[in-house]
């Protein structure tokens, strides 16, 4: 079972164990020249605590207006003070176990001692960074590490998140085949820049901002419809992501390979989409690992290779396809970033795998998960609201649909009448308010939800979680009156939205 909250005032969390429990703070050397006073002029932790309770108003005023207003309506608007591990702590000194994980972002967990020291290492050092005219260590000797997972490629290019990755192979791909068209899977989300939008299936996403590159969707695991875009000769590449993260949808046993030798076939190149997937979150270090015989050409990563600390993307390729975009030292900057290869993220990124391999998180990931699906699976046949149970290693989606009784089918007509995703996000709703865990709805208008927790959770999380969820479930189904109360607000909120022009 999971460990009572520590008590207001109380100390961070511990070291001891799988990482992030509730207790004492992981100790983290100090960096050289700690201690001494900060430089007059500027005092973050000073201007952290004058004005740190004006966030929501901040935000309203000057950045997104509509997330305070959406965090306020769904009651996420919650203030946490620290966080270490799988845990956030909130001023009263109660914790919040975090199966979201900042999107897959923080992998290692939240502050993890070996990423802390490394970039304490990397600012004391004070290297000279970013000269541009110089072939600095840390960007060859992450991706040597990282190229290491996949053999069959041979060089790798830095950028700061997963969206620039993709944008990076769309380029790569449409340079190295001469070839305009990129092919993309139905409901896939590769990012939301106008490249990566372009191959994104989700029209709420793309609405208002095209026209958008060529691209086609074809249906995840349809093998005819990928040989028909092909047939007409004018593609470039199709990007994939081998567990779709809106909805957790595994691609079809088979697919990837069957794909991959159609694409070589037609001369086309294969794009995995390994951004949230990656470095371990499936139970292999790449989720395309899990069928034999699939060597993509790209491959894009981010995430979780930051350490949660500084933004990183990397797409890994073939020597031909790097050849063919820098194929003269006219074109040595044709593709490039400005903060790519910076030395804090190389030794994040660093810092990350050794961790990955220390602890081993890929194999502890494919144990944990295995847990946590086998427990949630078993609660299926148990509970009408609960359809199914899917996905891979720590990245599992929890599907809800319609009930057979007629009592609880009116309540679940009700909220699919509002709005479709209401259900789902009822249920994320207690699980924060009530038992203090994080959870996200896997997409809009989806009932379902997606757990994406760090990889360093255990036993005792799993325990935590399928406890709040079976509490949940049984008030859903018995009536119980907050859930549902819940339920009839958002689904008032709803009605009352206008619809917005397509």
């Given at each position: 079972?999971?460990?009572p909250?520590?008590?207001?005032?109380?100390?961070?969390?511990?070291?001891?164990?799988?990482?992030?429990?509730?207790?004492?703070?992981?100790?983290v050397?100090?960096?050289?020249?700690?201690?001494?006073?900060?430089?007059?002029?500027?005092d973050?932790?000073?201007?952290?605590?004058?004005?740190?309770?004006?966030?929501h108003?901040?935000?309203?005023?000057?950045?997104?207006?509509?997330?305070?207003?959406?965090?306020?309506?769904?009651?996420?608007?919650?203030?946490?003070?620290?966080?270490?591990?799988?845990?956030?702590?909130?001023?009263?000194?109660?914790?919040?176990?975090?199966?979201?994980?900042?999107?897959?972002?923080?992998?290692?967990?939240?502050?993890?001692?070996?990423?802390?020291?490394?970039?304490?290492?990397?600012?004391?050092?004070?290297l000279?960074?970013?000269?541009?005219?110089?072939?600095?260590?840390?960007?060859?000797?992450?991706?040597?590490?990282?190229?290491?997972?996949?053999?069959?490629?041979?060089?790798?290019?830095?950028?700061?998140?997963g969206?620039e990755?993709?944008?990076?192979?769309?380029?790569?791909?449409?340079c190295?085949t001469?070839r305009?068209?990129?092919?993309?899977?139905?409901?896939?989300?590769?990012?939301?820049?106008?490249?990566?939008?372009?191959?994104?299936?989700?029209?709420?996403?793309?609405?208002?901002?095209?026209?958008?590159?060529?691209?086609?969707?074809?249906?995840?695991?349809?093998?005819?419809?990928l040989?028909r875009?092909?047939?007409?000769?004018?593609?470039?590449?199709?990007?994939?992501?081998?567990?779709?993260?809106?909805?957790?949808?595994?691609?079809?046993?088979?697919?990837?390979?069957?794909?991959?030798?159609?694409?070589?076939?037609?001369?086309?190149?294969?794009?995995?989409?390994?951004?949230q997937?990656?470095?371990?979150r499936?139970?292999?270090?790449y989720?395309?690992?899990?069928?034999?015989?699939?060597?993509?050409?790209?491959?894009?990563?981010?995430k979780?290779l930051?350490?949660?600390s500084?933004?990183?993307?990397?797409t890994?390729?073939?020597?031909?396809?790097?050849?063919?975009?820098?194929?003269?030292?006219?074109?040595?900057?044709?593709?490039?970033?400005?903060?790519?290869?910076?030395?804090?993220?190389?030794?994040?990124?660093?810092?990350?795998?050794?961790?990955?391999?220390?602890?081993?998180?890929?194999?502890?990931?494919?144990?944990?998960?295995?847990?946590?699906?086998?427990?949630?699976?078993?609660?299926v046949d148990?509970?009408?609201?609960?359809?199914?149970?899917?996905?891979?290693?720590l990245m599992?989606?929890?599907?809800?649909?319609?009930?057979?009784?007629?009592?609880?089918?009116?309540?679940?007509?009700?909220?699919?009448?509002a709005?479709?995703?209401?259900?789902?996000q009822?249920?994320?709703?207690?699980?924060?308010?009530?038992?203090?865990?994080?959870?996200?709805?896997?997409?809009?208008?989806?009932?379902?939800?997606?757990?994406?927790?760090?990889?360093?959770?255990?036993?005792?999380?799993?325990?935590?979680?399928v406890?709040?969820?079976?509490?949940?479930?049984?008030?859903a189904?018995?009536?119980?009156?907050?859930?549902?109360?819940?339920?009839?607000?958002?689904?008032?909120?709803?009605?009352?939205?206008p619809?917005?022009?397509?």
């Amino acid at each position: 079972m999971a460990e009572p909250p520590a008590p207001p005032g109380a100390p961070g969390p511990a070291a001891a164990g799988p990482r992030g429990g509730p207790g004492r703070p992981v100790p983290v050397s100090a960096p050289a020249g700690a201690g001494t006073a900060p430089p007059p002029g500027f005092d973050l932790r000073a201007l952290l605590a004058a004005r740190g309770g004006e966030r929501h108003e901040l935000h309203s005023r000057h950045l997104n207006p509509q997330l305070p207003r959406m965090l306020r309506t769904i009651g996420f608007d919650r203030v946490y003070e620290r966080a270490e591990g799988a845990y956030l702590w909130d001023a009263d000194g109660l914790d919040y176990l975090d199966m979201l994980a900042g999107f897959g972002v923080m992998g290692l967990g939240r502050h993890h001692p070996v990423v802390r020291r490394a970039l304490h290492d990397v600012l004391d050092a004070s290297l000279a960074d970013l000269t541009r005219f110089d072939c600095p260590p840390l960007p060859g000797l992450l991706a040597e590490r990282l190229l290491v997972h996949s053999p069959h490629l041979d060089r790798v290019f830095f950028g700061n998140s997963g969206t620039e990755a993709v944008e990076t192979a769309l380029k790569f791909a449409r340079c190295a085949t001469g070839r305009p068209r990129v092919l993309y899977c139905e409901h896939a989300f590769h990012g939301l820049t106008c490249g990566s939008l372009s191959v994104n299936g989700e029209d709420c996403f793309r609405d208002g901002f095209g026209p958008l590159l060529p691209d086609t969707a074809v249906p995840l695991g349809d093998l005819a419809a990928l040989e028909r875009e092909l047939a007409r000769g004018d593609v470039a590449a199709l990007v994939v992501e081998p567990i779709q993260g809106k909805g957790v949808h595994e691609a079809p046993p088979g697919f990837l390979r069957a794909a991959q030798e159609a694409l070589r076939r037609h001369g086309a190149l294969l794009v995995a989409d390994e951004v949230q997937t990656g470095l371990g979150r499936t139970g292999d270090f790449y989720a395309y690992q899990h069928e034999p015989g699939v060597e993509p050409d790209l491959i894009c990563v981010a995430k979780a290779l930051s350490g949660g600390s500084v933004p990183v993307g990397a797409t890994l390729g073939r020597d031909r396809i790097f050849r063919a975009v820098y194929s003269s030292m006219d074109r040595v900057l044709v593709h490039s970033a400005s903060f790519g290869g910076n030395a804090q993220a190389m030794a994040a990124g660093l810092a990350v795998l050794s961790v990955i391999e220390d602890e081993r998180l890929t194999e502890r990931a494919r144990t944990t998960g295995g847990l946590l699906r086998e427990r949630l699976a078993a609660l299926v046949d148990r509970y009408e609201f609960l359809h199914a149970v899917r996905g891979r290693g720590l990245m599992i989606g929890i599907e809800f649909g319609r009930p057979r009784s007629l009592g609880l089918r009116a309540r679940w007509s009700m909220l699919q009448a509002a709005r479709p995703g209401l259900f789902a996000q009822m249920v994320v709703a207690p699980l924060l308010h009530r038992h203090r865990i994080l959870t996200q709805v896997s997409g809009d208008r989806l009932e379902v939800i997606k757990l994406i927790p760090p990889l360093t959770i255990g036993e005792r999380e799993v325990d935590r979680f399928v406890t709040a969820f079976t509490a949940v479930m049984d008030d859903a189904h018995g009536g119980g009156g907050l859930i549902w109360e819940f339920g009839r607000t958002l689904a008032g909120q709803a009605l009352a939205q206008p619809r917005r022009p397509r």
